[in-house]
């Protein structure tokens, strides 16, 4: 009788192992990028980015389908360079949590999209260089955002970027002042 009790108790902690496993498994699928790199904020990453290379930096901030990183970030005698980045465009990650942070857990803030991130950038008026995923540099001013695209001002005049085709908007903290 005790031999059949225990192996009635291994049946059911090998089928409660393997239970355990595919929940396991089916959780983590859930998982994104962005949540990883939430929780990833505030530490020092290396990312390879489609159509710009490497950026290696501080992550600053994490929004759904975005993260900001700046390079230099106090270092003495360096410009600081910030770096607006589509995580569409982000092929490899080194340097993340092992955690993630779930959107639900985000501030309201941390929350907004590219779009917003992009309008931060057209306020403040600085020159900045916008990539593309096909590696196209563009030495522009933004100006509007729209939906789907921002409006760059550039010395031959105006260009509308597709958000999809952004990897990322470079700006430094020398950068000139439109007017």
């Given at each position: 009788m005790d031999d059949l009790e225990a192996q009635a108790e291994a049946a059911?902690?090998?089928?409660?192992?393997?239970?355990?496993?595919?929940?396991?498994?089916?959780?983590?699928a859930a998982v994104t990028l962005a949540s990883r790199l939430a929780a990833s904020v505030g530490g020092d990453v290396a990312l390879h980015v489609?159509?710009?290379?490497?950026v290696a930096g501080r992550l600053d901030r994490v929004g759904p389908d975005w993260c900001?990183?700046?390079?230099?970030?106090?270092?003495?005698?360096?410009?600081?360079?910030?770096?607006?980045?589509?995580?569409?465009?982000?092929?490899?990650?080194?340097?993340?949590?092992?955690?993630?942070?779930?959107?639900?857990?985000?501030s309201p803030v941390a929350k907004l999209g590219l779009g917003s991130a992009l309008r931060?950038?057209?306020?403040?008026?600085?020159?900045?260089?916008?990539?593309?995923?096909?590696?196209?540099?563009?030495?522009?001013?933004l100006h509007r955002v729209g939906a789907d695209f921002v409006e760059a001002q550039t010395g031959a005049g105006r260009l509308l970027v597709a958000c999809s085709a952004l990897a990322g908007v470079h700006s430094t903290s020398e950068a000139s002042r439109s007017g």
């Open positions: 059911y902690d090998l089928e409660r192992h393997i239970d355990l496993a595919d929940r396991s498994r089916a959780e983590y489609t159509g710009v290379g490497a900001a990183v700046s390079i230099n970030k106090g270092a003495p005698g360096l410009p600081r360079q910030d770096w607006v980045l589509s995580l569409g465009a982000i092929a490899l990650v080194r340097g993340a949590s092992e955690r993630s942070l779930p959107e639900v857990a985000w931060q950038l057209a306020e403040d008026g600085r020159r900045c260089v916008v990539r593309l995923r096909d590696g196209a540099a563009h030495d522009v001013v």
